[in-house]
């Protein structure tokens, strides 16, 4: 459990001061001193925090602490500077409310440890990252670069800040670091060149000559030995507790995380170092002709060495030391300067180049830390400026330093004193004046337009005539005399006429801080700020690229006659700008007090401390603080960040907000004396009561967190119930369906299943009764089946019986018949007996022989070779001669069907078979075919016709057969004609008679045993025919010819029958030569058919393709 602690707790002497009783100037000096002397350095006066320097590093700033007082409220914890860094933090994230930190107090005090403090706490709680934590890095590491060039050592402090700094660091709506911007303000730019006793040049001479190495500084053309330098002061080149050596480490690896580029570090170093040389130059006089002295540069080592540094041609400074060229109106006069001049012009340099390279460091830094988003941005402003100093010859910077203190004491005053009670009045709330002293008589004596001491310098600079610091005291002398915090020995207010402790060159001024009496010696110059125009525009020549950026007045091209504004100008305009910028924000306040003169530890000056503490106006601002209220807000943002207290205010109030607030404070009980109403705002008098409602508020939220998670919770859940339910629904709804479904389909398959049992038992049952009916039925058949077979066999034995007695009588009697007749006539039939049983027998088998073969006779067909099979052996001879008969009867009735026509035919077939049946291999493809004998249809066929009428009588063949030419066998178409007389041999085509021989000419015919269709027709020697030889003819219907020739023979009875000679070789009678035919089985070239060929005059081979 977290626990509450306060800044009451374990207290010493009193944290906030405002508790203190009685309050007096002694007791908040004791109660300071106390608490110092406890190392409790800070203490509050509300919510602002006086900060004591301990001069010692006390163990309050580790990461411990700083978790201690993140996120606590400021009164939580003891005072410190944490608290104040975590309240400005806090209220910039969460309320949106621009912050700055205004760090006031005297040189030493510890302003710029305070500033350093609160930037490391921010970046210690604000958001990290990658991105977040270089941005954090780059601020903290702008701080030693800028204290390295910006710091030096003073007789009030080693660390001493020499410039005004005002650090805007800028933040996201998450309140990480986003980036930042430096302002600076006037640096005190004099101690480059000089510095008071017991005090340092800036820390980076003697950081660079300590820290470089050798080899940069031969780079750089610089010695170690502090001495060597004109500007270096040597009665405290060394600081005790400070390490330059490692000072300019830290400064270089800074400058490396910022962002600097190696060369740029180069060329600033350059720049340092040129500044070191350039205090090394120094003159001496040369007389002129016109008596006037001319300045003239001693030893030119140094002036050579800057040159070499900076890139400048030597002659061109050489001459800017001893001219100077001034123009006016077109005019240009150019004039020697003397040695004192040379002096001050070789300072002017050393400090404008030393100024303006501060100043483009800032920028630099600005450069690298700026911001890269253009989001909205909140602002922490931190301002650490040069604290208020009274030294024993204070000059022109002092009166700035202290004028800007002045200023800030006034924006103090301004928000913590005169406005607040002012906004009392304004509010209506009952209010007792408290005195305080205001300090804005002196800051109008400062910057007054009209008449303040900066108007009256800027006057007198710009006035033409001789103008000296003499005539600008005698100026403020006049103007300023009737002033009451101006003071002066020549002013017409006599009453400091006899003051000696006022030198008559000096005027003084009491601040709030206190009197501070300013030497006027170089007030005009150092306002004037002037440069000699040959310096800056020999610097703008240089060959380099920093110091050309830093001189751009240099120029020539831009020459501006007009004067640049002075530094008191410049000053007054930028202090304005702040004071304004700060009044935008939120201010948080550190006073710091310094507890004595001697940057010791343990020491606490009272005095030193009480005038610190009267002029800081701590005291006032205790009593404001105590008779005033803590805290006050406009009604509509209380009630905005408080309603949540009050039933009847949360969640909307519908009246008027400052009821509102009343009702909440009402109901919170909270007591009358802690609040004021006022006109717009409510006042809560003790911080304790805004911490109440705080902590109320965080429980309240909390308890609002809660209540939003749960009705969050609730309604994500009630969403996601409904959802299931829903989808409960549906799959209960599509469950059921597919239940109701399933269901249904077993009911349906077991309905079907019993439908089809209660069918097939149906059925089964029918299937039975029917079968027992058909069984029944059957039964009854065959019982009456059975029954009428009983009967009739009963019938068929009785009749039986009654035939076999019949039977058996007439068996009996014809036995008794047969006996008697046997016996009767048993003496006359003994002898015939066996020979008539014999034929009776005989008899009977035939007449069973005859019938049986009429029963199996065969068909009529003449083909038929069927015969039924002999019964008997005996009968074997019957039985052949009976099939033999039968089978020419048979013939003979086929026969007798036969028309004329086809009788002859089948004689003519009948004579062939006669004539080639099995003598020529021919024959048996002859026997399907039938003997059409006209085969051209000589009668029909016009081209015959003549042929026709030449014959005759009745053509009995006409074919086309192949006449074989003797000489080589080859055949030629023929229509072969024969009549019952002649034959007739004609050309085919034309029908023209050939060869007509009568057929009494015909001696033979010659045909071979092969299948051939050769011929030869042998005719009858000495015949009228014969003349030309015998015909050898050849047709495939040979068989037919041959018949038809042999039969006309056969027919006739004046003719012999003409020979039909069947052999493979036969002569044939050609002209006079025979010529032997000879016919050889072989395979013929020509395929199938058969090839005749002449041999020689005696052979003609005809070969048959072998069957
Ligand atoms: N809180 C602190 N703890 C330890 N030492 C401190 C603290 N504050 C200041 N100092 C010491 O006091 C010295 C001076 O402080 P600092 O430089 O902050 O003064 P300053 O107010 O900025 O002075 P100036 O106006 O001259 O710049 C520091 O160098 C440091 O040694
Ligand atoms: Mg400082």
Redesign the pocket.
Request: hydrophobic fraction near 15%; glycine fraction near 12%.
């Given at each position: 459990m977290e626990v509450k602690t306060s800044l009451l707790d374990n207290m010493i002497g009193v944290g906030d001061m405002v508790l203190i009783e009685p309050l007096s100037e002694d007791t908040f000096i004791e109660n300071l001193k106390k608490r110092f002397d406890h190392n409790e350095?800070y203490t509050y006066i509300g919510s602002v925090v006086i900060?004591m320097?301990?001069?010692?590093?006390?163990p309050i700033y580790t990461a411990e602490k700083v978790e201690e007082y993140r996120n606590r409220n400021f009164y939580e914890l003891s005072p410190h500077i944490y608290a104040l860094a975590d309240e400005a933090y806090r209220s910039l994230r969460d309320q949106d409310k621009d912050q700055c930190i205004l760090i006031t107090?005297?040189?030493?005090?510890?302003?710029?440890?305070?500033s350093k403090?609160v930037m490391s706490y921010v970046a210690a709680v604000c958001g990290k990252g990658q991105e977040v934590n270089k941005v954090k890095e780059q601020l903290l590491q702008s701080n030693p670069v800028l204290e390295a060039f910006g710091?030096a050592k003073?007789v009030?402090?080693?660390?001493?800040?020499r410039f005004g700094k005002y650090m805007d660091v800028e933040f996201d709506f998450k309140g990480d670091p986003l980036g930042g911007v430096i302002s600076n303000y006037l640096l005190e730019k004099s101690r480059v060149v000089k510095q008071p006793r017991g005090e340092r040049n800036f820390h980076i001479f003697y950081q660079l000559l300590s820290g470089a190495s050798d080899d940069t500084l031969k780079k750089l053309k610089l010695d170690r030995d502090f001495s060597k330098y004109n500007y270096l002061s040597l009665d405290s080149a060394t600081v005790n507790g400070l390490d330059d050596a490692a000072s300019f480490r830290t400064v270089r690896n800074a400058m490396q995380i910022v962002g600097f580029m190696e060369d740029e570090v180069q060329s600033v170093l350059e720049l340092v170092a040129a500044v070191l040389k350039l205090g090394n130059i120094e003159f001496k006089p040369e007389s002129r002709c016109n008596g006037f002295d001319e300045s003239r540069i001693k030893d030119k080592n140094d002036l050579k060495e800057m040159c070499e540094l900076l890139g400048i041609e030597q002659s061109v400074l050489e001459r800017a030391f001893s001219f100077r060229t001034v123009e006016a109106k077109m005019e240009k006069v150019s004039t020697t300067l003397n040695v004192a001049q040379a002096y001050y012009a070789r300072d002017a340099l050393a400090k404008n180049l030393y100024s303006r390279l501060f100043s483009w460091l800032v920028n630099r830094i600005n450069e690298s830390i700026k911001a890269q988003t253009k989001t909205s941005k909140k602002v922490m402003g931190v301002l650490?400026i040069?604290?208020f100093?009274i030294f024993e010859d204070n000059s022109f910077e002092q009166f700035i330093i202290n004028y800007c203190n002045e200023k800030l004491q006034q924006i103090f005053i301004e928000l913590t004193l005169r406005e607040e009670q002012e906004e009392y009045v304004r509010e209506g709330i009952e209010w007792t004046n408290i005195e305080y002293f205001n300090n804005a008589i002196i800051c109008d004596l400062i910057e007054n337009n009209k008449n303040g001491i900066l108007a009256m310098l800027d006057e007198e600079c710009l006035r033409p005539g001789t103008v000296t610091d003499e005539t600008f005291l005698d100026k403020l002398n006049t103007v300023c005399a009737e002033h009451q915090h101006f003071e002066s020995r020549q002013s017409k207010n006599s009453k400091f006429l006899t003051d000696h402790s006022l030198p008559h060159n000096c005027f003084r001024i009491q601040h709030y801080a206190g009197k501070v009496l300013y030497r006027v010696e170089g007030f005009v110059d150092k306002n004037n700020d002037l440069l000699y125009r040959d310096l800056s525009q020999a610097m703008y020549k240089a060959n380099h690229s920093l110091i050309k950026i830093l001189f751009p007045e240099g120029n020539p091209a831009k020459v501006n006659l007009k004067r640049p504004p002075t530094a008191g100008f410049q000053f007054r305009a930028s202090v304005g700008t702040l004071m304004k910028n700060l009044l935008t924000k939120n201010p948080n306040y550190i006073r710091?007090v310094k507890p004595n003169d001697k940057?010791a530890a343990h020491i606490f000056t009272d005095s030193l401390v009480c005038h610190q503490v009267r002029y800081l106006g701590l005291m006032e601002n205790v009593r404001v603080r105590r008779a005033g209220y803590a805290f006050r807000q406009a009604y509509e943002p209380c009630l905005e960040r408080y309603k949540m207290l009050c039933k009847q205010t949360w969640p909307h109030w519908k009246g008027p907000a400052r009821e509102g607030v009343e009702v909440l404070l009402k109901n919170l009980q909270v007591p009358a004396e802690e609040f004021a109403y006022g006109r717009s705002k409510i006042f809560i008098r003790n911080p304790r009561t805004l911490f109440f409602l705080e902590e109320k508020r965080r429980q309240c939220l909390e308890d609002l967190a809660t209540l939003i998670q749960k009705i969050y919770r609730g309604w994500k859940c009630r969403i996601h119930f409904l959802l299931l339910k829903k989808s409960q629904v549906v799959v209960a709804a599509w469950y059921r369906r597919f239940a109701q479904q399933k269901k249904y389909q077993n009911i349906r398959s077991s309905a079907l299943v019993v439908q089809s049992f209660i069918r097939g038992w149906k059925a089964r049952k029918l299937l039975r009764e029917l079968k027992h009916k058909k069984r029944c039925e059957e039964a009854v058949t065959t019982i009456s089946a059975y029954w009428h077979g009983t009967q009739a066999r009963r019938e068929l034995r009785r009749l039986k019986h009654e035939a076999r007695s019949k039977q058996a009588v007439s068996v009996i009697w014809a036995c008794w018949q047969g006996t008697k007749v046997r016996r009767e006539y048993r003496k006359f039939f003994r002898a015939n007996a066996g020979k008539k049983i014999y034929d009776f027998t005989i008899q009977r088998i035939m007449q069973k022989y005859f019938m049986g073969l009429k029963k199996t006779m065969p068909s009529m067909s003449p083909v038929d070779k069927s015969w039924p099979a002999r019964p008997y052996g005996f009968l074997d001879r019957t039985h052949q001669e009976l099939r033999r008969i039968f089978h020419l009867w048979r013939c003979k009735k086929y026969r007798s069907q036969f028309t004329e026509e086809k009788k002859a035919t089948y004689e003519e077939k009948l004579a062939a078979s006669e004539l080639f049946k099995d003598k020529k291999a021919l024959y048996p493809s002859s026997v399907g075919q039938p003997f059409k004998g006209d085969y051209v249809e000589i009668t029909k066929n016009p081209k015959y016709q003549k042929l026709n009428s030449l014959a005759e009588d009745k053509v009995l063949l006409a074919d086309v057969v192949s006449k074989i030419n003797r000489a080589n066998g080859k055949g030629a178409p023929r229509i072969f004609l024969l009549t019952k007389k002649s034959l007739v041999l004609a050309d085919q085509k034309t029908g023209q008679v050939k060869a007509s021989v009568p057929l009494l000419d015909l001696s033979s015919v010659s045909v071979s045993t092969q299948s051939d269709g050769f011929f030869a027709l042998k005719l009858k020697e000495g015949s009228t025919s014969a003349a030309k030889g015998d015909f050898l003819l050849s047709s495939d219907r040979l068989i037919e010819i041959i018949t038809k020739l042999h039969r006309i023979g056969a027919a006739s009875a004046d003719r012999n029958q003409i020979n039909i000679d069947i052999s493979d070789e036969f002569l044939v009678q050609f002209k006079q030569d025979k010529v032997c035919v000879k016919f050889i089985q072989g395979t013929p070239k020509n395929g199938n058919g058969v090839a005749c060929k002449r041999k020689n005059n005696r052979l003609l081979e005809v070969s048959v393709p072998s069957p």
């Open positions: 350095i900060s320097n301990p001069y010692k590093s006390l107090g005297e040189s030493g005090a510890g302003k710029t440890e305070a403090f710091n003073t009030r402090n080693d660390n001493s800040s650490d040069y604290g100093e710091c940057k």
